[in-house]
């Protein structure tokens, strides 16, 4: 598609639960970026993918949080046990290369309560 | 390790005036530099993304320029309009693995 995708739009998980969000990049974008908006404006990276193959993982934490992106499928998000701490807005950004004059397209993102 | 910082942090205009937002970077080493609005409760719109090479990109009535020596990166906006209210971010791309690094953005109102 022309637009990067991602479902759901908002998730509720009680303390405790899992959280899957996904996200389909735009066709042709070898690199998917997953950013976490906690409060307003604070952006934090999690991890990128340069097609299934995880580019850089530096910004995802070590427990908890894992994520894939498989052939033929969008590109997912999993939090196990989720905590209150966790309840940000997930954005998932997908380019063409990750330098130069290459932009990131960003999703409308999935925003995560946890109650 | 790159910070991004944004000043100021709000900004309020009548509608007509030009402006300037302000954007700067610890770590000159950058690949390229990307501004973005994002309105309540939206995602990011990318607006213009200057390349390390590059000093400066114009979008209509945008226009964005790259200082590396000094770490610094404006956008100016002529002639605003109410519809530009948003927030505006940057993000500076300094590793080879194209990790954004955010600013904490400026909150803009323009006032009809």
């Known amino acids: 598609g022309e637009e990067v995708a991602q479902t759901p739009k908002h998730l509720v998980r009680g303390e405790g639960q899992k959280a899957k969000l996904y996200c389909a990049p735009i066709?042709?974008?070898?690199?998917v970026f997953w950013y976490q908006q906690v409060l307003k404006n604070e952006f934090k990276f999690l991890i990128s993918f340069q097609n299934e193959n995880v580019f850089d993982e530096t910004g995802m934490p070590k427990e908890r949080f894992s994520a894939k992106c498989l052939p033929n499928s969008p590109c997912s998000l999993e939090i196990q046990a989720t905590k209150l701490e966790d309840s940000a807005v997930y954005f998932c950004?997908?380019?063409?290369?990750?330098?130069?004059?290459?932009?990131?397209?960003f999703g409308p993102g999935t925003r995560l309560t946890v109650t | 390790k790159q910070e991004v910082t944004q000043i100021p942090a709000a900004l309020s205009v009548p509608e007509g005036e030009n402006l300037v937002l302000n954007c700067s970077f610890t770590d000159s080493a950058i690949y390229n530099l990307q501004w973005f609005r994002q309105d309540p409760g939206k995602g990011l719109t990318s607006l213009l993304l200057?390349?390390?090479?590059?000093r400066e990109q114009t979008s209509g009535r945008l226009n964005a320029s790259l200082d590396k020596s000094s770490g610094r990166s404006t956008l100016y906006i002529a002639a605003s309009q109410p519809g530009d209210s948003a927030t505006y971010l940057c993000a500076a791309n300094s590793g080879n693995t194209g990790k954004l690094i955010f600013g904490q953005g400026t909150t803009l109102q323009v006032k009809p």
């Open positions: 066709k042709g974008h070898s690199y």
């Open positions: 200057i390349q390390s090479s590059q």
């Open positions: 950004a997908s380019s063409q290369s990750p330098q130069g004059g290459y932009e990131q397209y």
